[in-house]
């Protein structure tokens, strides 16, 4: 608790101040769009399984936990797609499932050799 509380004051009080106002852009901006989409994500993919789920599903065993985890994971993958913007999504996406590389033969004045061309 000790260092918690200076750093959340500057962390999310002084700071963003400091830097929208230096690079112009309006405090709106970072707290939404920077900051706001990643605390909303990441606290309804925590939150969401186990509000819902614990209610009707109890956990005494660690094959039902691992379920929810990996239930929690994927609600959060989905829902972290959802809220990317057209161009993160198509950067996501290329990144993700980057374009087959074929190998190609050349010859090359009597030899062969073999090319990755990009499709």
Request: charged share 15%; proline share 5%.
């Amino acid at each position: 608790m000790g260092t918690l509380i200076p750093t959340f004051l500057v962390k999310v009080l002084l700071q963003p101040r400091y830097v929208c106002r230096h690079i112009g852009i309006p405090l709106r901006t970072y707290y939404w769009g920077l900051f706001g989409r990643s605390v909303v994500v990441a606290g309804l993919a925590a939150i969401a399984p186990w509000y819902f789920l614990l209610r009707s599903v109890r956990t005494t065993n660690l094959i039902s936990l691992a379920l929810l985890v990996i239930l929690q994971g994927a609600l959060a993958l989905l829902m972290a797609i959802a809220f990317l913007s057209p161009e993160e999504r198509k950067s996501v996406v290329s990144f993700a499932l980057p374009a087959r590389r074929r190998a190609t033969q050349v010859r090359v004045s009597g030899s062969t050799e073999v090319v990755e061309s990009s499709e």
